[in-house]
């Protein structure tokens, strides 16, 4: 078990880029969350799948902001047009579904948009 | 709409002084509160999860309780190396996903 990986690990862009990050969960879990974190807050959500379907978005995720998880593996979060206000570290966590339910995360992905 | 507020926002302690940090939440039933550590630049890591009042588990010099309307997070006789935020986070019942919702967190910092 090598835990939830994510890619790049840093990233800086200019303003009104399209980036792409990754992530890889842990192998046997169904279900895939993303989450925003800003400096000195919590970690908000953002979208989650349940296999390849993704059952949920937040009003956080403006139509600049897309996410895939083809064939229910591995998940890819894009931002288009990006802003300066997008500058965040990008969290993926991932969970297995039981009884539990724990969401374990990644190292996330820093985006600076300058 | 699900809430969830920690205190203090920061906590300076000497090793060995133990302390209490809290969580306060409001929640559409609660299925599960999360403790999490997160040092500087790296993702959260799992401590906890509590389900029901007056439930307690412990890890090492950290052990959490729950009642009804608040969690704490006791640190007994702390080290250096429990310097990090720790993130608190609920998971209500819904019909749908599993999203937690988190705390600002508790940047704890023991010094020598």
């Known amino acids: 078990d090598t835990g939830v990986s994510q890619d790049p690990r840093h990233k800086i862009t200019k303003r009104g880029q399209n980036v792409t990050f990754r992530c890889d969960p842990i192998?046997?879990?169904?279900?895939l969350y993303w989450y925003r974190q800003t400096l000195g807050q919590g970690p908000e959500f953002l979208t989650y799948?349940?296999?390849?379907?993704?059952?949920?978005k937040s009003r956080l995720l403006s139509d600049r902001f897309s996410a895939e998880r083809p064939k229910g593996s591995f998940s890819t979060l894009e931002i288009q047009r990006t802003e300066q206000g997008d500058s965040a570290m990008y969290l993926c966590?991932?969970?297995?579904?039981?009884?539990?339910?724990?969401?374990?995360f990644g190292p996330g992905t820093r985006l600076l948009v300058l | 709409e699900d809430q969830v507020t920690q205190s203090p926002e920061a906590l300076r302690l000497q090793e060995g002084e133990s302390s209490s940090l809290n969580c306060s939440y409001t929640?559409?039933?609660?299925?599960?509160l999360f403790w999490y550590r997160q040092d500087p630049g790296k993702g959260p890591e799992f401590l906890f999860t509590?389900?029901?009042a007056g439930e307690e588990k412990e890890k090492e010099r950290l052990k959490a309780t729950l009642t009804k309307k608040e969690s704490f997070l006791h640190i007994t006789a702390p080290k250096p190396e429990d310097s990090a935020t720790y993130l608190c986070?609920?998971?209500?019942?819904?019909?749908?996903?599993?999203?937690?919702?988190f705390g600002t967190g508790t940047q704890l910092k023991v010094e020598l």
């Open positions: 966590a991932s969970s297995l579904t039981d009884y539990q339910e724990t969401q374990y």
């Open positions: 192998s046997e879990h169904n279900r």
């Open positions: 799948f349940q296999n390849e379907a993704q059952l949920e």
């Open positions: 929640v559409s039933g609660l299925r599960g």
């Open positions: 509590l389900y029901s």
């Open positions: 986070a609920v998971q209500p019942f819904t019909g749908g996903g599993n999203k937690l919702t």
